[in-house]
Nanobody
């Protein structure tokens, strides 16, 4: 079983910065694509950014130029640097990891794992 734990959320003033982390534990082997999603109250979950194992990234238009995603595969950790935060960024941020994993009972398998989320609140 793979666990993802987000951290780094909190309360910040508009224009401020936060750095989110997503630490994977268990036995990940190849996290091909790691993503940050977010969900604000009353809204659908949306993809914020993704990063492939080769470093290719994509960003939602709403965060381009302000957010930077990165990964450290040696530490099995995903990061999201959020700058110039806006009240509209207020949401629960979720980490997702998709790829090929290893389990001695299952062998290699493709999985899609979610963290429990971390709250980001940006005040006006």
């Amino acid at each position: 079983q793979v666990q993802l734990v987000e951290s780094g959320g909190g309360l910040v003033q508009a224009g401020g910065s936060l750095r989110l982390s997503c630490a994977a534990s268990g036995s990940p082997f190849d996290m091909n694509t790691m993503c940050w999603y977010r969900q604000a109250p009353g809204k659908q979950r949306e993809l914020v950014t993704s990063i492939r194992r080769d470093g290719r990234t994509n960003y939602a238009d709403s965060v381009k130029g302000r957010f930077t995603v990165s990964r450290d595969d040696a530490k099995n950790t995903l990061y999201l640097q959020m700058n110039s935060l806006k009240p509209e960024d207020t949401a629960v941020y979720y980490c997702n990891a998709a790829g090929t994993f290893w389990d001695r009972g299952r062998g290699y398998y493709q999985g899609d794992y979610w963290g429990q989320g971390t709250q980001v609140t940006v005040t006006s």
